[in-house]
């Protein structure tokens, strides 16, 4: 008669690599970072990035990258009493400007998503000019999100993608850095040509090349059900069908099974890169 009670918005997430079929050396790093509790809204953060520049070089940028984002974040995650004693590392500060761990809005989190990924330029390029015989032209993508409740908020620099798939519809949020979705934009190419075209390799923005970054950023509220997925190009440039790529995110309520399978069908249609997903999922009503 009164129906069923509401349970909790909860977040489920996992993060998968592989090195693919062809490649010997895995440049692409992942993490996801989840709490759920029954004291405040479930908090997520997840980053996809992909090394770009050579075997060493681009394994370097891309784990220097994860683990600023990592550093910068962690402090999301910090104890709800407000009486407890909150380390923040100073680099955060510094680059930052703020002391503020839990930003409220969703200007405020989307600041903070950026700030992350502003950090995680900052530290490659710093990486690429004190050591420059080792780092050579380091540099890497990333594609990230941050869930708090039902607000998600996400950011992006290179060609990993971020998709939320709503129902049957999948949806790319991120937007391509790379030559042949600006051709795509001026219509001299069309969509499904960005698998095979020559230039398809080259993107124009990434991680470490310069000082600073532009970042893209999209936000959105979740329903329950949604799901996010981030990855690396070795994922959907493999997988042409956006269809396909949805039915295999709901293919199993095990994400990781759901994420294995994702992987398998790359490596499946040639496993030419790296791969690396994040897959995550809102539940609860």
Same mark, same amino acid.
């Given at each position: 008669?009164?129906?069923?009670?509401?349970?909790?918005?909860?977040?489920?997430?996992?993060?998968?690599?592989?090195?693919?079929?062809?490649?010997?050396?895995?440049?692409?790093?992942?993490?996801?970072?989840?709490?759920?509790?029954?004291?405040?809204?479930?908090?997520?953060?997840?980053?996809?990035?992909?090394?770009?520049?050579?075997?060493?070089?681009?394994?370097?940028?891309?784990?220097?990258?994860?683990?600023?984002?990592?550093?910068?974040?962690?402090?999301?995650?910090?104890?709800?009493?407000?009486?407890?004693?909150?380390?923040?590392?100073?680099?955060?500060?510094?680059?930052?400007?703020?002391?503020?761990?839990?930003?409220?809005?969703?200007?405020?989190?989307?600041?903070?998503?950026?700030?992350?990924?502003?950090?995680?330029?900052?530290?490659?390029?710093?990486?690429?000019?004190?050591?420059?015989?080792? %780092?050579?032209?380091?540099?890497?993508?990333?594609?990230? &999100?941050?869930?708090?409740? @039902? /607000?998600?908020?996400? =950011? *992006?620099?290179?060609?990993?993608?971020?998709?939320?798939?709503?129902?049957?519809?999948?949806?790319?949020?991120?937007?391509?850095?790379?030559?042949?979705?600006?051709?795509?934009?001026?219509?001299?190419?069309?969509?499904?040509?960005?698998?095979?075209?020559?230039?398809?390799?080259?993107?124009?923005?990434?991680?470490?090349?310069?000082?600073?970054?532009?970042?893209?950023?999209?936000?959105?509220?979740?329903?329950?059900?949604?799901?996010?997925?981030?990855?690396?190009?070795?994922?959907?440039?493999?997988?042409?069908?956006?269809?396909?790529? %949805?039915?295999?995110?709901?293919?199993?309520?095990?994400? &990781?099974?759901?994420?294995? @399978? /994702?992987?398998?069908? =790359? *490596?499946?249609?040639?496993?030419?890169?790296?791969?690396?997903?994040?897959?995550?999922?809102?539940?609860?009503?």
């Amino acid at each position: 008669m009164f129906g069923n009670p509401p349970t909790p918005l909860q977040l489920a997430a996992v993060a998968l690599t592989h090195p693919g079929l062809v490649r010997k050396s895995n440049e692409d790093r992942v993490f996801e970072m989840v709490t759920n509790s029954s004291e405040r809204e479930p908090i997520g953060v997840f980053a996809v990035c992909d090394g770009v520049g050579g075997h060493l070089a681009g394994e370097a940028a891309s784990h220097l990258a994860v683990e600023a984002m990592r550093a910068s974040l962690n402090v999301l995650f910090a104890p709800s009493d407000p009486r407890a004693t909150l380390l923040l590392p100073e680099t955060v500060v510094m680059q930052t400007g703020t002391s503020d761990p839990q930003p409220s809005s969703g200007t405020q989190i989307t600041q903070k998503l950026v700030e992350a990924v502003q950090f995680a330029n900052s530290v490659v390029h710093n990486y690429s000019r004190q050591k420059p015989a080792e %780092a050579g032209n380091a540099s890497a993508t990333v594609t990230a &999100a941050l869930v708090r409740g @039902r /607000l998600a908020v996400g =950011a *992006n620099v290179g060609d990993s993608r971020t998709y939320m798939l709503r129902g049957d519809e999948l949806t790319q949020v991120s937007r391509d850095h790379s030559m042949v979705a600006y051709l795509v934009t001026l219509g001299q190419i069309k969509p499904e040509d960005v698998y095979t075209h020559p230039q398809r390799n080259q993107i124009y923005r990434s991680l470490g090349t310069h000082p600073d970054v532009e970042v893209d950023t999209w936000r959105f509220l979740l329903e329950p059900g949604d799901m996010l997925l981030l990855c690396s190009d070795g994922l959907w440039e493999m997988i042409h069908d956006p269809g396909e790529i %949805a039915s295999l995110m709901r293919s199993s309520p095990d994400l &990781a099974e759901a994420g294995q @399978r /994702l992987i398998d069908a =790359a *490596n499946r249609y040639g496993g030419e890169d790296n791969i690396g997903i994040v897959l995550a999922r809102l539940e609860g009503n």
